[in-house]
C-alpha cells in the first residue's frame, strides 16, 4: 500500500521560502514515478516536478527557477524547496506516486503518471 504523508506547509509572505517534505512508501521501485502537485482554489491539479525512470527531474513552466525538487539516496523522502513565493502559489500541495492500479492516473511534468496521493498541506502566501 502507497503512503504519502506530506509535511512543511504553513503561511508566508511573498518573497519567502517553505521547505516542504513528503515521507514515501509501498510505490512502485521497479517502475518509479513520483512528485509534487497543486491545487488552488476553484481550479485543477497542477504538476509541478517529478521525477523520470531515470532520475532526472522535469519541472512545470510555472515553477521553473523558483521551485527545487530533491530526494534522499533511497527516494523514501521527497522535497520540494520552494523560493520566492508569490500570492499564486498559495494553493494545498501533494507529493503523488505511482500505486500498484492503473486507475486514476494523472500525467506528470516528466511525462511518467501517478495514481496516489498524500493528504496534501496548504501553503499560504500572502502579499
Known amino acids: 500500500q502507497v503512503q504519502l504523508v506530506e509535511s512543511g ?8 521560502s517553505l521547505r516542504l517534505s513528503c515521507a514515501a512508501s509501498g510505490y512502485s521501485r ?3 514515478c513520483l512528485g509534487w502537485f497543486r491545487q488552488a482554489p476553484g481550479k485543477g491539479r497542477e504538476g509541478l516536478a517529478s521525477f523520470g525512470s531515470d532520475g532526472t527531474i522535469i519541472y512545470a513552466d510555472s515553477v521553473k527557477g523558483r521551485f527545487t525538487m ?7 523522502t521527497l ?14 500541495y501533494y507529493c503523488a506516486a505511482r500505486g500498484p492500479t492503473s486507475t486514476g492516473l494523472r500525467i506528470t511534468p516528466s511525462g511518467c503518471w501517478v495514481n496516489a496521493w498524500g493528504q496534501g498541506t496548504q501553503v499560504t502566501v500572502s502579499p
Do not use: R, T
Request: net charge negative; proline share 6%; glycine share 12%.
Open 79 to 92: 522535497y520540494l524547496q520552494m523560493n520566492s513565493l508569490q500570492p499564486d502559489d498559495d494553493a494545498i
Open 9 to 16: 506547509g504553513g503561511s508566508v509572505q511573498a518573497g519567502g
Open 30 to 32: 521497479s517502475d518509479p
Open 70 to 76: 530533491s530526494a534522499d539516496d533511497a527516494k523514501d
